[in-house]
């Protein structure tokens, strides 16, 4: 699996754009992915040190259409924390 096959992208909330301002960036990964393949993925594409990486596996909700009842799908988020001093341009508008 390539870097690029791993970070999905970035989730971008209110909630995520408060992390950022401590140094955690959020990610959409693939479900496969481990977190050390994860924090090599972020070492690579944004050339950044991560100090730690936390995955979860975020539940599909419950939804309706019309008379018809169903979930969306499951997916695995990632956050990647990064020591004060670096920053990834992505997600910084540069």
């Known amino acids: 699996m390539t870097y690029e096959q791993i970070l999905i992208e970035p989730v971008l909330s209110e909630k995520t754009n408060r992390m950022r301002e401590e140094g955690k960036y959020v990610f959409k990964v693939d479900p ?15 050339n950044v040190h991560p100090i730690s990486c936390t995955i979860m596996v975020v539940g599909g909700k419950p ?10 799908s499951s997916w695995k988020k990632a956050i990647v924390r990064l020591p004060k001093d670096e920053k990834i341009a ?4 540069v």
């Open 32 to 46: 496969s992915a481990t977190k050390i393949q994860v924090k090599e993925a972020v070492r690579k594409l944004f």
């Open 63 to 72: 939804k309706r259409v019309r008379y018809k009842a169903g979930y969306t």
């Open 90 to 93: 992505l997600f910084e508008g």
